[in-house]
Structures are given as C-alpha cells and as structure tokens.
C-alpha cells in the first residue's frame, strides 16, 4: 500500500483526519485486530495462554512495558510485533526533527513554521516501520544517547547556549510518536536510568538544566532477564516502579511449539526431516529440565535452531563430498551438532568434566523418545534376527543414502522397511535412510542390538 497523497495540512485537515495519541491508536488497532478474529501477533508460538493475553491488557491499558525472561524466549520478537498495532502510514511535519503530528507542533522550530505557513505548513507521511526504535543496552550507552544534549555545531553557528534549538535529541525524543525498545535494560548504568525517570512519568525531557518541557507521545518497552542472573546490573527501583506492567516470558510448554519455533526460525540449506527437528526439540527441552544444567540461564530457542542448522548443513556437506543427488539430514548429523553446540549449554559447576555425558544422555533420550513415538508397534523381529545372525549394517557422516539403503539385510517379503518409511513419511532415498537409520538407534537405545562408532562411521551389529 502506497503512501497517502496528501502534501499540506490543510489537505489533510479537508480529508477529515483526525489526530490519534499513540496509545489510543495501539489500543484502537488492537481491539480491532481481536474483534476481526485476526492475530495481531504473528510468528509467535506458545505464548497464546499465558504472555499474549497479559501484553494485550497491558497495551489497552496504555502501559509502559517490560519483559522479563531467560535468553532466547522471543522477548525481542515480541516487542518487534508490536510495530503491526501501528497505523500502517502516519503524517509528520515536513522536515521535522521529531516527527511530530501536523496538527501538534512539539519543538519550538516546529511552532514557528506552524504560525507561519497555517494551511500551507508542508507535511509528509511516514510508513510504521519508521516508528520503531530499539537500542541495545550497553554500559556505556550515555545520557545523550538515549535523551539528548547541546550541539557544539549549532552553538558554532552563533545560537546562545540557552536557545532550545542548540539541542541534538536522543533516540527517546526521536521516537516521539513511536514505540522505542531498550533490550537487557539492567546494563544501562544507574545514571543513565534515573535520566529516563522524566520520560516515563512526566513524558518530558530534561537536558544539562535547560527549561525544556516536551509532551513526548512514546511507549517505552523493555526487556531483561531476571535480576537474580543478570549480575551486571539491575533495573532501579523508581524505573521499575514507572513501567505500567512487567510481564515475564517462557520458553515453549508444548512440544508442538516448540517444532514450530525451530521450523520458523531456521535457516536450513539442506532438508531436515521432521522427526530430526523433533529430536531436537525433545533435546532441548530435555536439557531445560537438567539438574545438570544451569537453568538461571536457560537454554536458548537458538539452541535448537542452530542444531538443525547444523545438522542440514552436515547434510549437504556429505552430499557434495559424495555426488548425492539430494541433501538430507539423518540421525547420523545428530552427532556433528552436539560436537558444536555443547559450548552454548552453562552447566552447574559440580558438572565439571561430565559435560559431554550429559549432552549424550540427554540426545539418547530425546532420540528414544522419537522412536516410541512414531514407531510405536512396529515389529521389528524380523530385522533384530537378521543382525543376531550376523548381518552388519553400517552407516556414518560421509555413507550416502544409497550405500546405506544397499547394505540393509533382505528380510524375504517382509515390508517392514516399507512400514518404517511410512510412519515417518519418507519417500526418497535420502529419507528412507534417515527413517530406517532411526529405527536401527532406537533398537540400539532398547538394547535388542549393539552399535560400534568410530573412524567416523557407526556399525550396527
């Protein structure tokens, strides 16, 4: 959708348009979006019963907000959807500093062109995207970062230090009709945040003593991690008092959510079958519920994300070195993402040494659990005899799928490597592999056959 055409106030005044504060517009598009049956916040998965409907209460209430929760729950995301609840295009004054409504004029420059071109004041439009801003948090983000201070260059060109119009304004005042996002808000230096106290209860700001008085419009956001993890710092107490509502996150509660965040996020060069991606959803999930693990930290979305990524990438790896006409993932990948991912897990300081035991476990784990979930009935006597009488089955990162497939025992006119594949939807070699390859560890994780790794290939026997 293009932008409006309209080029002066006073076309805009002929339109009808009306002036909205910025917390009424949220609250109208949002009441709008809940009352079309439409999701206002898309891509977000598992917060439904919980976070959703808190943030919506918080949003038509007006309220300041900020987020608290372990890394990697979707607090950014979150506060990035809210850029849909604004008006798609908004009129700004034509070259205005702060972008400030046409019939509102904030700054003094502002006011001026206002009283002199009345009708005629120029005006254009300015798209929602354009209203968001997010700052990451940082010790040594400054005041005039974040608020604003004098501008030597303007002082330079013969202004006095006491003239409003030497000020260069910081990213809040710059948000001025917008929503302005501060990620890991506890980094931000004390200082720093009792130069915010003004801005959330006044909605005006103070710079180096100036008489300056603002009526910003702008919805502060925030996030953090909870205060008993994050030792670098803390939010101050009459900064947490200003915020309307503090609502803290989670990770996925449903494994379904969990697939489906992985799904959404990955950035996979290579086909991961979905029994893979549940492996690594149950592995994660898994390791959130470690004593081993420390779970003040948490373990990340990105964790499982990263795997997949990883595992498609040994995928295609494998499928250049070898001439595979297709690059699919295996159980086999498995392995390969667990060697690099381990370094993202924090583990309690007993663990010392166990680490890679406890990653194994927890995969084997993650792995039974897939079997028993998809193959639950499948009689595979037939298969189990077949090693028992001798029949070794070898696999490993650099094994295509046909070579695989080729060195299966034949099982007569058995179709239970039919029934493997169809329980798991595999149709083409490289997923047939992968399926069988999953029954083959879920018979090792049972115990009805044994498996010996080495030299970069697994032999199942």
């Not at 609502?247 to 494994?255: A, N």
């Not at 497939?405 to 083409?428: F, K, M, N």
């Amino acid at each position: 959708m293009t932008a409006p055409t309209m080029t002066t106030v006073g076309e805009l005044r002929a339109s009808g348009h009306e002036a909205k504060t910025l917390r009424a517009e949220i609250r109208d598009n949002l009441l709008a979006a809940l009352a079309e049956g439409r999701d206002p916040w898309p891509g977000l998965h598992g917060f439904e019963a919980t976070v959703i409907p808190q943030l919506e209460r918080a949003l038509i209430a007006g309220h300041d907000i900020v987020l608290l929760g372990e890394r990697g729950q979707g607090k950014t995301r979150l506060l990035r959807t809210m850029v849909g609840l604004l008006d798609e295009w908004s009129p700004v004054i034509e070259g205005s500093e702060l972008g400030e409504h046409p019939y509102e004029p904030v700054i003094a420059a502002s006011i001026r062109r206002a009283a002199e071109l009345g009708d005629d004041l120029p005006i254009t439009w300015r798209h929602r995207d354009e209203r968001y801003a997010e700052k990451l948090a940082t010790p040594d983000t400054s005041v005039a970062d974040l608020i604003g201070d004098v501008d030597p260059m303007k002082v330079a060109e013969g202004r006095s230090l006491g003239d409003p119009e030497t000020i260069h304004f910081g990213l809040i005042p710059r948000s001025h009709r917008g929503i302005v996002a501060i990620n890991e808000l506890p980094d931000l230096a004390e200082r720093i945040q009792v130069a915010m106290l003004n801005v959330m209860e006044e909605r005006d700001i103070q710079i180096r003593g100036y008489v300056l008085r603002l009526p910003l419009d702008v919805l502060v956001v925030a996030s953090a991690n909870p205060e008993d993890y994050t030792n670098r710092g803390r939010i101050i107490t009459p900064l947490k008092d200003r915020f309307g509502a503090e609502i803290r996150t989670h990770y996925p509660t449903e494994l379904a959510d969990e697939v489906a965040v992985i799904r959404q996020e990955a950035d996979l060069v290579a086909e991961v079958p979905d029994h893979l991606v549940e492996i690594l959803a149950r592995f994660t999930r898994a390791l959130r519920g470690s004593s081993a693990v420390d779970q003040r930290s948490g373990v990340s979305a990105r964790f499982a994300i990263a795997g997949a990524e990883t595992i498609a990438a040994a995928a295609i790896h494998r499928a250049t070195r070898q001439g595979e006409p297709e690059a699919v993932a295996r159980p086999v990948d498995l392995e390969t993402a667990v060697d690099v991912l381990g370094g993202k897990i924090e583990f309690e300081s007993g663990e010392e040494g166990r680490e890679d035991e406890v990653l194994d476990h927890l995969l084997r784990t993650a792995t039974a659990e897939t079997v028993r979930a998809h193959l639950r009935g499948v009689d595979f006597g037939l298969l189990v005899d077949a090693i028992e009488a001798g029949a070794m089955i070898t696999t490993g990162e650099q094994v295509t799928a046909r070579d695989f497939l080729a060195g299966l025992p034949a099982l007569g006119e058995s179709e239970l490597y039919d029934e493997v594949c169809e329980r798991l939807g595999a149709t083409s070699d490289g997923q047939r592999a992968g399926a069988i390859e999953l029954a083959l560890e879920g018979l090792y994780l049972a115990r009805k056959v044994s498996k010996d790794s080495g030299g970069g290939e697994t032999v199942y026997g």
